[in-house]
């Protein structure tokens, strides 16, 4: 199975991307540049986190403009997973592939700390793997991941069964406790906590590693990998 992997000026997470999906998946990882270039040749794409652009007018809203986010779009349009982690999440919001926002921290302070999550949905392409209700602790770092939306948005979210990952403990003062969500179509997913981060007993936990194997497992089952 073939994943993109995003990077913008700023990024600073693919090479851990690029470790958890090569070294310990075993699948095969590409970097991309945000210059553009076509994705259709990829089974999956994954936007790190960073600091797009310097994050200096919000996270992710310039990285939004970058060419390859016309491509990102079109691959989304394929129903083709996509994960956007921490600043991908933020860019993911600022593209309109995921609804809501990220604002900052309510304590107006960067956070970088293992978190508890609770699994809200575990029939996505990307929590299968998970049981629903399980907790699990994955590392966040930010400091705008403070996800927000409006009341009929976030009761989109609940009959959409779209919330996949909720905080144990709200760290950053997001709505509802969110920490992850998928898109309508189901393909997409957005969330702060990093499961790169958590992919061998070396970092402290291995839960991150169930989210991309949820994900290996259901594009082979679908039968849409490219050789």
């Known amino acids: ?12 997470c693919e090479y851990d991307l690029l470790h958890a999906i090569t070294d310990v998946m075993g699948e095969t990882g590409e970097l991309v540049s945000y210059k553009g270039g076509s994705l259709n040749e990829f089974d999956a794409v994954l936007i790190p986190g960073g600091f797009s652009y310097g994050d200096y007018l919000r996270g992710g809203a310039i990285a939004r403009f970058s060419p390859i986010i016309t491509e990102l779009i079109k691959f989304a349009r394929t129903g083709k997973p996509i994960v956007g982690i921490c600043n991908g999440f933020q860019i993911l919001t600022e593209a309109g592939l995921l609804p809501g926002t990220l604002l900052t921290n309510k304590t107006a302070k960067f956070i970088c700390k293992p978190v508890k999550l609770q699994v809200q949905n ?5 929590t299968s793997e998970y049981q629903f209700g399980e907790e699990i602790e994955l590392p966040i770092a930010h400091g705008e991941g403070n996800y927000f939306c409006d009341a009929t948005t976030l009761k989109e979210l609940e009959e959409n069964n779209q919330i996949a990952f909720k905080y144990a403990e709200n760290p950053n003062g ?3 406790d969110i920490a992850g969500i998928v898109s309508k179509s189901g393909n997409v997913l957005g969330m702060m906590p990093h499961p790169e981060r958590a992919v061998e007993e070396l970092l402290g936990s291995t839960d991150g590693i169930r989210l991309f194997k949820s994900m290996i497992e259901n594009v082979m089952s679908r039968g849409i990998v490219y050789d």
Do not use: E
Not at 1 to 12: E, T
Not at 122 to 126: G, K, R
């Open 174 to 176: 997001s709505v509802d």
């Open 1 to 12: 199975m073939r994943f993109a992997i995003l990077s913008f000026p700023g990024s600073n």
């Open 122 to 126: 575990n029939q996505t392409m990307f």
